[in-house]
């Protein structure tokens, strides 16, 4: 349910009610009742029908054929503040975050869709991460892994996430840089049916101008990663520089651009497509999707919150769990909103 303090549980209710969710899929959400009831009640939506407990998801083995709620039980309704960011919540979200990855290592539910987190709230809690990206990674024992945010505008791939400005040269490589590249070529392949085309972004301003801006990281491990990749036969260009990347002309010509860092690729991607993007984690032995945005806390439980993220994450996961699924009336297992 993301955390219950802010848009997440609001988010749910709309999904389960979403027509075109229901054409492919059969979401399953990963939270507390009881605040989807709260929810429901204070916004003016429709509460869930089917509730689901410990037990009869076990039994059921996740064949779930109408949309429901597992309850989780991991937050009182009445101890969440909406808009308030707590430990409670945090440790709430990190329950159903869980509780979603369990299940899909499992096979219960073809695909992981989440709700947005809060890192504070996460921190409150006293869980040693930074975002979903890195939970994921971690708790599936993905070798490699990387964010990318897609849309029928514009694609980004992250090099490096959540970590400040100046940590990012020295989290950079040839290594990283190619596995992002692959990865991404990887999953763009799926999605679009093709080999793909890919820019990569410089570091610096103008791409350091060779040399004269920053500590010459275009040359020591961007270009080098660009040579290594068409090598083995992809489709890229780069680096260039990312002042001008993504000009309409070149987005015209790009299935997605390889970014540097969180903001390089984030702040063209959310100016363009900030309500339908979808967070895909790549690398992973199981498919996750999410919304790009966040919390929300100062709109939590009004009835204004957006759903169109969360509907496009969903039926994403679906095209990438089950190839077929475009031609589908529904799943033979659920997607997981793990809201």
């Not at 040839?174 to 999605?191: F, S």
């Not at 990663?225 to 790009?254: C, M, S, Y």
Request: proline share 7%; with cysteine; aromatic share 4%.
């Amino acid at each position: 349910m993301g955390d219950p303090a802010g848009v997440g549980p609001e988010l749910c209710l709309r999904l389960l009610q979403d027509a075109d969710v229901a054409r492919l899929a059969t979401p399953v959400v990963f939270g507390d009742a009881g605040v989807l009831r709260r929810v429901a009640r204070q916004c003016g939506l429709a509460p869930p029908v089917r509730i689901i407990g410990a037990a009869e998801w076990q039994m059921a083995g996740g064949k779930i054929r109408e949309p429901a709620v597992w309850d989780l039980g991991a937050v009182a309704a009445d101890a969440v503040q909406p808009g308030v960011v707590s430990a409670a919540t945090g440790r709430a979200a990190y329950r159903y975050i869980e509780a979603a990855i369990a299940a899909a290592l499992a096979g219960q539910v073809a695909a992981v869709a989440t709700a947005p987190i809060h890192k504070e709230a996460l921190h409150a809690a006293g869980i040693p991460f930074p975002g979903h990206t890195e939970i994921f990674a971690a708790q599936t024992g993905a070798a490699r892994s990387c964010m990318m945010l897609t849309s029928s505008q514009i694609t980004c791939s992250l090099v490096t996430t959540h970590v400040g400005y100046r940590e990012v040269p020295r989290l950079l490589s040839v290594e990283r840089i190619v596995e992002v590249i692959e990865l991404t070529a990887e999953a763009m392949r799926r999605i679009r049916g093709r080999p793909p085309k890919m820019v990569v972004c410089g570091l610096n301003p103008h791409a350091g101008e060779h040399g004269l801006f920053g500590e010459n990281e275009e040359d020591r491990w961007i270009a080098p990663a660009v040579a290594a990749a068409r090598q083995r036969g992809l489709e890229v260009e780069g680096p260039l520089p990312p002042d001008t990347a993504f000009v309409p002309a070149r987005r015209l010509t790009t299935d997605a651009f390889v970014c540097m860092y969180h903001d390089q690729g984030l702040i063209p991607l959310k100016a363009l497509a900030f309500d339908t993007a979808v967070n895909v984690t790549l690398g992973l032995p199981i498919v996750r999707t999410s919304v790009d945005h966040g919390t929300a806390l100062d709109i939590a439980w009004t009835g204004r919150a957006q759903v169109s993220s969360l509907v496009q994450a969903v039926l994403l996961a679906a095209r990438l769990a089950v190839p077929s699924a475009r031609d589908q009336a529904s799943l033979e297992q659920p997607v997981s909103a793990d809201m």
